[in-house]
């Protein structure tokens, strides 16, 4: 077997800075960390003897695991299931940043990829359970939503600049301080609360809906990989356990995802709004930094720099702007104007991508996107699980991150191959970016009218003449 030789630091060359390659000097990850996108990915020695493993175990482990763990949540309270999650992602993240093999470098990401599914869900049910209405509600979830969007960013642009400075492996230790003093804090702030009701559990529901999304999140990074032929085999897989777990679903009295918490139409608007939004926003993150270093030239410390009115307007939106505007327009119109705010943002990015000039297309397009992604995140998790039960809270918030972890990798999977296919009919290499932001910009117009269908009226049938 051979033996794996980890990079050390700035010192040791990463895949991604040889010169024969024509990808951008660092390479990122627009998954999910702990509950957040955005960690830099901890390069590998060849990309082709599964250095992606790690990465899409993680990925896959990550968005199949939410769903059951939603029942985890139910039987243990989300104290004890946001200290377990956040033990295990500080202990895998430790194994990682100190891994010597490579199968304990993918051991840990799929240990974090399960820890991650822990706290997700439990971080969001416990605050929808404290703020159940009012104007603490709404405060409550404009700083979830700035700490989750600005936090993604932050997480994503520092950990580039961090792997190129010191080393990937202090882009898992650092995580691994960051998941203890959320350990610390929830075992000293957080009160002990169970819920009222107990909830069997369904091994089978549980086995084929973990399955099936596991396939299916798997195929996406298959894909990208070239080797069309096995995704397209786990997509079959996939979409066969998924059809069984519905059927499964129907013939039980306590299902994993009760069908009265999908029938409500404002909290699937906000659900489709979510997955689609986070289908742009992975990949607005990806994208833009590839710009800045292949068209605008920019080093990781000047990209990191540059970058940085992302989170600022993220922040500002969620918390001044969002508040405001639920106050005068309510909930609703303030996603739409935030999915409307983020498609403009693209708009503008794909319009003057060949200007190649950051103060003129980059900085006011990043602004838009995040100001707009600001009012959608903050007003979405509300609307997604508002009017919950106690006994449908954790399936609730597991739908948010399900929705955005499937939503981020299809739309990264997707944009990529706009990428590649405008990579092949054009020299041009402004051509592609031009085309992913153009399709990105796109994605938001959908979210924003699929929304705005799913919250119309629904048309009563007009009374027939005879009837009585």
Known sequence: MAQWQPTNGAGGASPCSDANHSQPRWRVDGRHCSGAPGCAEPPTHREDAGGGGGRRARRAVDSSLLLVSSRFGDRLGPRATLAAGAAGFAASSVLGGFSAEFSLLVLARVMQGASAALIAPAALAALSLTFPSGRGRTRAFAIYAAVGVAGAAVGLFAGGALTQMLSWRWTLLVLAVLAGVVLAMTLIAFPTRRSSEHRSTRPLSGILITAGLFSLVLALSVFESGDLRTAVLLILGGAGAVLGFIFAERRTSDPLVPARVLKDRTRLGALVALGLGAAGLFSVFL??????????????????????????????SSL?????????????????????????????????????SYAFSTLPSIVMVA???????????????????????????????????????????????????????????????????AATGAIYVIALVGTLLIWMPARRSPRPLLAR
């Open 371 to 437: 100001a707009g992604m600001g009012l959608v995140f903050a007003s979405a998790q509300d609307l997604a699980t508002r009017g919950l039960s106690a006994a449908d809270e954790s399936v609730g918030a597991a739908l948010v991150h399900a929705f955005q972890q499937i939503g981020g990798a299809i739309g990264v999977t997707a944009l990529n191959a706009v990428s590649v296919v405008v990579a092949r009919v054009s020299s041009d290499p402004v051509a592609g970016y031009t085309a992913v932001f």
């Open 320 to 356: 001044l702007l969002a508040p405001l505007l639920q106050r005068s327009i309510g909930e609703r119109a303030g996603l739409l104007i935030g999915l409307g705010l983020a498609g403009a943002g693209m708009a503008w990015a794909a319009l003057t991508a060949p200007a190649a």
């Open 287 to 316: 994208f833009v930094v590839y710009y800045s270093d292949v068209v605008l030239g920019f080093d990781v410390a000047t990209t990191s720099i540059a970058l940085i009115p992302f989170p600022v307007a993220a922040v500002a």
